[in-house]
């Protein structure tokens, strides 16, 4: 990633969480837990953000707007809009409503030109990502960087908004999930956060991911670091040159697992949310740059690596420059 | 029989190495004769049809070494109370998951049945007993052929108790060789695999896509040997005056290959199928002791049952991979005026034919 006289880069980050949240403890009594509340909790999770009359289109609008109104962008200076989430009626459903037999044009009812419009991105042109996971956000985020640096867009707006399967339960593979929505900016010349490196290794083979359930589990590892490697390659960093590892909020023991095939220690890791937010499915990573920043455990200049994986599967990493 | 006739009572002789062991004695030496210990009819027909007409010079003699006395019969014991010259003790559960009381059973008591009854015979002048080169258990670094102790502790009870077993020996009343083969990869240089084990399982969850993580270094040395190495070194000490008292690492030693490099090329070459590559299959990432522990205590606490059986099947050898291991080798090599083949000569086939035959052995180890 590397030649480019510009520099992209996030420069700004909001999310948006429903109103409601529920401990472990709480979801285990609902009967929304396949493992016992005392395991969750021993792998780091505490709470999750529970959708209870919300939309996922309400919270992408709620945190697109937040991040436009608190960073003063000018709507009309966003040149694109990129969507990744839940599509079509299910992007509209409330959490509280029954979802419904979709209308034959009802298909057609974009969230993505919905979030144009109710943004006011007059000048931004619209792209949606699907099939990505929890990896969408990074494949938006290295889509914005490329648009930036082939078509010289000057202001991308990335939004993610996910919410767990209607069937209500909250854990995936020993990892809790929250409901969440990211909005993500960046920009060309952007004064923070710049684009050093970025990865993806995606593996269709592992597309069932029922069927194949451990030899994903098998291949997560391995590949992550094969990965961040080639993220840390790209960046031209070695392991030891990065600060802060900003993770995506599954549980700390498969971080830790994974910090020490880097080689890298525990305190690198940048985890507090994973016991307060939960696994957000494609928001964690951007959500926790955001509170990192905020909390002031970032210094400017710092290298920081992101990793996330998608079910689908994609493993995928972004080097950054803080 | 033929008066003259050399008599070695071997036990585990029916096993992978005892087969090749007894062929290759039989082939080596005409005046030798075989007493070889069975536990059933049906073994002894499987080493009648592996020996062919071979197997006219071998005399079966039923019995169990986790008897006293061997449980052998009246008559049995006075034949071999006459005839033996030598005893080869091979018999031994190789079953890395055993309890300690089960591994004791066999490998621990059992040498003491053997060592106790054959120390009875006034005829006999010499023990071959086959080791293990792990009895080194949790040790790293060079380990040389006279090092005989470890306060290192072990990875699993098959290492304790054939290191146990070998105290026994040497204390014993009996002249003794003690042979200590590093583990077994495949029948000979031809990669040719008759009985899967351990290594094999390995393998096999590697090329499954099932084998996320390994402790070990990539230049941390993978010792294994061939079947046929393993025989004719015993064919070779059997008749020797001059190695009493003598032990022996029956190892690749510094013919060994990085785990790392073995690694790769075993991708490299099952990656030649455009099948099995287009599944993305990656190289197991090699790790600390520490980190794979976690990883394995985490699949123990919380993954499905297929996968627990997985793990809990490695956790019983997988960790010597973390306990590098530099074999000498030089007193073996000097002593046989041969040494192990180069790994790096066989292993490309062997894991070349392990694919090819869809790995359709059931693999000897415990899950």
Partial sequence: ??????????????????????????????????????????????????????????????????????????????????????????AFARADTAPTAPRAMERYRYPATRLQFDLGLANAMVIALDQLACTTLFAAVRVARAMCLTEGMARVLCVCSEFTAADGAREAIFNCVSDAACAVLVERDAPRNRL??????????????????????????????????????????????????????????????????????????????????????????????????????????????????????????????? | MR??????????????????????????????????????GERWRSLVTTLGPLAARVVPVRGDITCDGLALGRGAHHWLERHSRAVVHLAADTVFSRSRD???????????????????????????HVSTAFVAGGRDGFIAEQDNGTGAGFVNPYEWSKYEAERLVRDGPLPWIILRPSTVACDNVTGTVTQLNALHFALRLCYQGLAALLPG??????????????????????????????????????????????????????????????????????????????????????GDPALRRVTHALSHFIPQLALPKWFDTSRADAALGFCAPTVASYWPRMVEKLAAVAWEQRCRIAA
Avoid at chain 1, 297 to 322: C, D, K, N
């Fill in chain 2, 3 to 40: 008066p003259g006739v050399f008599t070695v009572f071997i036990t585990g002789g029916t096993g992978l190495i005892g087969r090749a062991a007894i062929a290759r004695l039989l082939r080596q030496h005409p005046d030798v004769r075989i007493a070889a210990l069975v536990r059933s």
């Fill in chain 1, 1 to 90: 990633m590397n030649g480019a006289a510009c520099a992209p880069g996030i420069s700004a980050v909001a999310y948006a969480f429903p109103a409601v949240s529920r401990s472990v403890q709480e979801l285990a009594r609902a009967g929304l837990l396949h493992s016992s509340p005392d395991t969750l909790e021993s792998l780091g999770f505490g709470q999750v953000h529970v959708a209870t009359s919300e939309s996922p289109y309400e919270l992408a609008l709620e945190a697109a707007r937040a991040l436009l109104r608190d960073n003063d962008i000018a709507p009309d200076s966003v040149t694109l809009l990129i969507y990744g989430g839940l599509a079509g009626s299910a």
């Fill in chain 1, 196 to 322: 050093r490196g970025s990865a993806q290794i995606t593996k269709g083979y592992y597309w069932d991911a029922d069927a194949l359930r451990d030899e994903i589990i098998a291949s997560y590892f391995p590949t992550a670091r094969h990965a961040v490697q080639c993220v840390l390659r790209d960046a031209g960093w070695r392991p030891e040159d990065v600060h802060w590892v900003i993770p995506h909020n599954v549980s700390l023991r498969s971080w830790q697992i994974l910090l020490g095939l880097l080689g890298l220690p525990n305190a690198r890791l940048w985890s507090r949310n994973i016991a307060r937010d939960g696994h957000t499915l494609a928001g964690d990573n951007f959500i926790n740059l955001r509170d990192a920043m905020l909390e002031g455990a970032i210094r400017p200049g710092e290298r920081l690596l992101l990793f996330s994986y998608g079910y689908g599967a994609h493993w995928t990493a972004l080097a950054l420059e803080a």
């Fill in chain 2, 102 to 128: 089960a591994a004791r059973a066999v490998n621990v008591d059992g040498t003491r049945h053997v060592l106790e009854l054959a120390s009875s015979w006034q005829g006999v002048e010499r023990l071959v």
């Fill in chain 2, 217 to 302: 270094a990539e230049d941390a040395p993978m010792d294994v040997v061939t079947t046929h190495y393993v025989a004719r070194a015993i064919g070779a000490v059997m008749l020797r005056d001059d190695l009493a008292g003598e032990t022996l690492h029956l190892c690749a030693g510094s013919r060994s290959l990085a785990l790392g490099e073995l690694l790769d090329r075993t991708f490299h070459i099952w990656a030649r199928d455009e099948s099995w590559k287009r599944r993305g299959h990656i190289r197991p990432a090699l790790t600390d002791l520490e980190t794979w522990q976690l990883f394995t205590h985490t699949v123990d606490e919380l």
